[in-house]
Structures are given as structure tokens and as C-alpha cells.
T-cell receptor, first 115, second 110 residues
Framework: GAGVSQSPSNKVTEKGKDVELRCDPI?????LYWYRQSLGQGLEFLIY????????KSGLPSDRFSAERTGGSVSTLTIQRTQQEDSAVYLC?????????????FGEGSWLTVV | QKEVEQDPGPLSVPEGAIVSLNCTYSNSAFQYFMWYRQYSRKGPELLMYTYSSGNKEDGRFTAQVDKSSKYISLFIRDSQPSDSATYLCAMGGSQGNLIFGKGTKLSVKP
């Protein structure tokens, strides 16, 4: 696609429920990233994919968080048993190749509210 | 010491002013320096990209990198209300992921 596409754009869920956030990167981009941005906070790195593998998942905050990428394209970030502190904007980004000085392009984010 | 430090502001200036946004960093391995602009409830968009030290100009925007001082700047000339946004610096080396600053919130008053 023309840009990084994320869905849903907004999600309100009850505490304890599972949520899935989807990211469709720019066509041809091999690298995909998930970040989290809380109100007034900077970008918190969660996980990086190169192709379908995740060489760096060091930023996932707990084992309630997982992500996968299939076909070298679409990625899903899953949060199990959501907690109120999970409320944030989840941003997906992609780049032509991974890491180094490659420019990353962001989607508009999925705004998650846990009530 | 954090890897990247950025004053969160907020910074409020009158229309037409010159704006200076800055970041400092501690990792001498950083070679790539970027500025992203983020409007409210939008994703960050790349504004400027520089490699190593020096200046880069694009219209009203100038990015400056001083590797000896580990200091980068973004200057906005003739600032407009449409420049009101949060500006994030980002940097990285040949390995590893980009490291982002926390962002500076800028408001340009008409």
C-alpha cells in the first residue's frame, strides 16, 4: 500500500479482555516495528521484525504481549488480559531494510483504551 | 544518563519567529539523525534526515548535527501556525534500532 496501515484506529476494551492490533506495512518493506506511545511519553520500542522473524523483541513489556508477522507482510500485535496501564497508542512502522540508518515510516496508530 | 535527551517544552512562539529545537545524546556510535513531526492524534512523519555532522536545509527547515558535542538541532524559519506539533528527534548507528527523544511540543501563535 501507499503507507503503513493500522487497524483498528480506535479500540475501547474492558480490563481482562484480549485485543489484536493489525499492521499492514508499506509494500516491499522487509522490516516492521511496533512502538508504544503513552500520553506525554516518548516512543517505547516493543519489537522488530525482519521478514517473518523477530530478532529483537526486547521491548515487549510482559508475556501478555506477543506479535507475529506472516508472509513477510502483515503483522498482528496481541495483548492478552489487558490492564489499564496498557492504554496507549500503538504505532507500527516499516522500513525498506532493517536497522542501520534506514528511514522508518509510521502508521497513524491504534488508540487503545482499557476501561 | 539517558541515550537521548530532549526538552519536552511546551514551547510557544509567535508566528514568524525562528524556532530552535534540540537534542543531546551520549552514544558516539550514532551516525544517522532524523527529525519527525507528529500532529495531534497522528503518527510521526519524517521531516529531516542527516548523516554524520553538518547542516541540511529543506525549505524553512534546517537540521544541524554536531557530533563532537553530541548535539543536534532543528531550526524552523518563519514559523507558521501549521508548524504546531510535537517534534521528535531520532538517531541510530549501523546496528540497532532508532532511539527517539521524548519530543518537544511546539505551539505557533497567529
Amino acid at each position: 500500500g501507499a503507507g503503513v496501515s493500522q487497524s483498528p484506529s480506535n479500540k475501547v476494551t474492558e480490563k481482562g479482555k484480549d485485543v489484536e492490533l493489525r499492521c499492514d506495512p508499506i509494500s516491499g518493506h522487509t522490516a516492521l516495528y511496533w512502538y508504544r506511545q503513552s500520553l506525554g511519553q516518548g516512543l517505547e520500542f516493543l519489537i522488530y521484525f525482519q521478514g517473518n522473524s523477530a530478532p529483537d523483541k526486547s521491548g515487549l513489556p510482559s508475556d501478555r504481549f506477543s506479535a507475529e508477522r506472516t508472509g513477510g507482510s502483515v503483522s498482528t500485535l496481541t495483548i492478552q488480559r489487558t490492564q489499564q496501564e496498557d492504554s496507549a497508542v500503538y504505532l507500527c512502522a516499516s522500513s525498506l531494510v532493517g536497522q542501520g540508518g534506514n528511514t522508518i515510516y509510521f502508521g497513524e496508530g491504534s488508540w487503545l483504551t482499557v476501561v | 544518563q539517558k541515550e537521548v535527551e530532549q526538552d519536552p517544552g511546551p514551547l510557544s512562539v509567535p508566528e514568524g519567529a525562528i524556532v530552535s529545537l534540540n537534542c543531546t545524546y551520549s552514544n558516539s556510535a550514532f551516525q544517522y539523525f532524523m527529525w519527525y513531526r507528529q500532529y495531534s492524534r497522528k503518527g510521526p512523519e519524517l521531516l529531516m534526515y542527516t548523516y554524520s555532522s553538518g547542516n541540511k536545509e529543506d525549505g524553512r527547515f534546517t537540521a544541524q548535527v554536531d557530533k563532537s558535542s553530541k548535539y543536534i538541532s532543528l531550526f524552523i524559519r518563519d514559523s507558521q501556525p501549521s508548524d504546531s506539533a510535537t517534534y521528535l528527534c531520532a538517531m541510530g548507528g549501523s546496528q540497532g534500532n532508532l532511539i527517539f527523544g521524548k519530543g518537544t511540543k511546539l505551539s505557533v501563535k497567529p
